[in-house]
């Protein structure tokens, strides 16, 4: 069973910043789709950015701009960098693993935005 390991969240005032993190297995990491979703109780899921296999990249429209997602192969890692960041971020983080035969998700992340 594929397992992801999530870091990085936390409380962070508005206009902060924050990173997070995703380790997926060395086996799959290269050939998936990682991707970060987040959601707030009472509301659906929404994707934040996703990036594929060859780099390319696309972020949902509240986020573009400020956040940054990036993935180091050799590393097994995927990042979310997230900067300029309101109180209406603030949700669970949960990363995302497409890859063969398989999709996955982390056990979330909570981003707390507050003064």
């Known amino acids: 069973q594929v397992q992801l390991v999530e870091s990085g969240g936390g409380l962070v005032q508005p206009g902060g910043s924050l990173t997070l993190s995703c380790a997926a297995p060395a086996s799959i990491f290269s050939s998936s789709v990682l991707a970060w979703y987040r959601q707030d109780p009472g509301k659906e899921r929404e994707l934040v950015a996703r990036?594929?296999?060859?780099?390319?990249?696309n972020y949902g429209p509240r986020v573009k701009g400020r956040f940054t997602i990036s993935r180091d192969n050799a590393k097994n890692t995927a990042f979310l960098q997230m900067s300029a960041l309101q109180p209406e971020d603030t949700a669970v983080y949960y990363c995302n693993l497409d890859g063969p035969g398989t999709i996955t998700w982390g056990q979330g992340t909570q981003v707390t935005v507050s003064s």
């Open positions: 990036i594929s296999t060859s780099g390319w990249i």
